[in-house]
């Protein structure tokens, strides 16, 4: 257990276990409430990682660090790379940009892995509040102008697991290059598209009874939130895929294996 606001506490933990490899999937990630709680948000998402850097490189192990899609502000037309310029629109974005730079400023041996539209079979999100709402609404209004790719936690995790067997080999053989990777599922969808595919995989499967009969599209400006978010979410991963010899499963084809754990 640790709490990434008491900084001391994770320094110590640190030199406690020594560790070999670190990887922090924690972070503060409720982009709304961010931005009234930019100081909670930028000592979780930006001091914590630069303080797991600074401990990595006093004892030269690996920090595994994830970051996000809203480091960029959406208004690409194609997929955002690596490469790409970020510009956050939003506080969350901002405080997960500034833990990016933590972490390079150091200098530590890191790997960074953006993701988007994380969803699992356990905790609170998107595709837990779906099936809820389905079971007890006949219609529902999700936005549509909003595009992305739906990434599964447990591919994040067993990618991740892949990235560091590589990437510790890498730093035994002194060839490791601390870089930026996009890590999501392939192919793309609206917020909309995923909720009528979550609806349609679990008729499917039988795992329960739903009223839901009409998902309807709308834009985002119909949905206001305290927070923006961009409108293009979509993240390439051919750097990852090449580097790692990897391919990402679709989006859709990871939901059903989802579904499938949920029960």
Known sequence: QADLADLASLRA?????????????????????????SAVAFLVNAEAPGVLAEEAAKIGALLVHYSTDYVFDGSNIAPYTEADTTNPINV??????AGERAIQAVGCDYLILRTSWVYASRGNNFLKTILRLAAEREELKIVADQIGAPTWARLIAEVTAHVIRQSVFEQECNIFNSTTYNLTASGETSWHGFAQKIVEIAREQGKAELKNRTIH???????????????????????????????????????????????
């Open 13 to 37: 933990i640190i030199e406690q276990h020594q560790p070999n490899v670190i990887v922090n999937p924690a972070a503060y990630t409720a982009v709304d409430k961010a931005e009234s709680e």
């Open 92 to 97: 969350y974005g901002q405080s997960k940009l």
């Open 217 to 263: 599209p709308i834009p985002t400006t119909d949905y206001p939130l305290p927070a923006k978010r961009p409108a293009n979410s979509r993240l390439a991963n051919d750097n990852l895929e090449q580097q790692f010899g990897l391919v990402m499963p679709s989006w859709d084809n990871a939901l059903r294996l989802c579904l499938q754990e949920l029960g």
